[in-house]
């Protein structure tokens, strides 16, 4: 196996309280709320994320024990979110290797996702 580290989490996973966690939504209270946690994350206040930021973020701010412990689907989502901003025009201020506030909304959509993957394959691999 490539990846030693194997965690089990199908069962692990409240989807309830992911969701209330991870403000995906486009209204405005939940844009307020995602202000409120980006500003969580961002301990310097410089206005943008690195991974590291991110990573803690979840584990301390979000209290996203189980994707804390695995670090694929942060990564993952944190580049994806990247991605779709610099394919759509938008030009990072601050360089590649880090989520600016218009990036975050994407990042938390994209980390439920692969989350939601993660989970499904590893319901089904049983090697």
């Known amino acids: 196996?490539?990846?030693?580290?194997?965690?089990?989490?199908?069962?692990?996973?409240?989807?309830?309280?992911?969701?209330?966690k991870l403000p995906t939504e486009k209204t405005a209270e939940q844009k307020a709320q995602r202000s409120q946690i980006f500003a969580q994350f961002d301990p310097n206040g410089n206005g943008y994320l690195s991974l590291a930021e991110v990573d803690r973020g979840c584990?301390?701010?979000?209290?996203?024990?189980?994707?804390?412990?695995?670090?694929?689907?942060?990564?993952?989502?944190?580049?994806?979110?990247?991605?779709?901003?610099?394919?759509?025009?938008?030009?990072?201020?601050h360089g590649?290797?880090?989520?600016?506030?218009?990036?975050?909304?994407?990042?938390?959509v994209y980390l439920r996702m692969y989350l939601e993957v993660w989970q499904m394959f590893d319901r089904i691999d049983t090697g």
């Open 96 to 108: 590649a290797d880090f989520i600016e506030k218009v990036e975050f909304r994407l990042f938390l």
């Open 59 to 93: 584990r301390d701010v979000l209290g996203l024990d189980e994707i804390f412990g695995n670090k694929r689907v942060i990564m993952r989502a944190f580049q994806a979110a990247k991605q779709v901003h610099e394919a759509n025009g938008g030009v990072s201020k």
């Open 1 to 20: 196996r490539p990846f030693p580290l194997r965690l089990k989490m199908a069962n692990t996973i409240d989807w309830d309280s992911l969701k209330k």
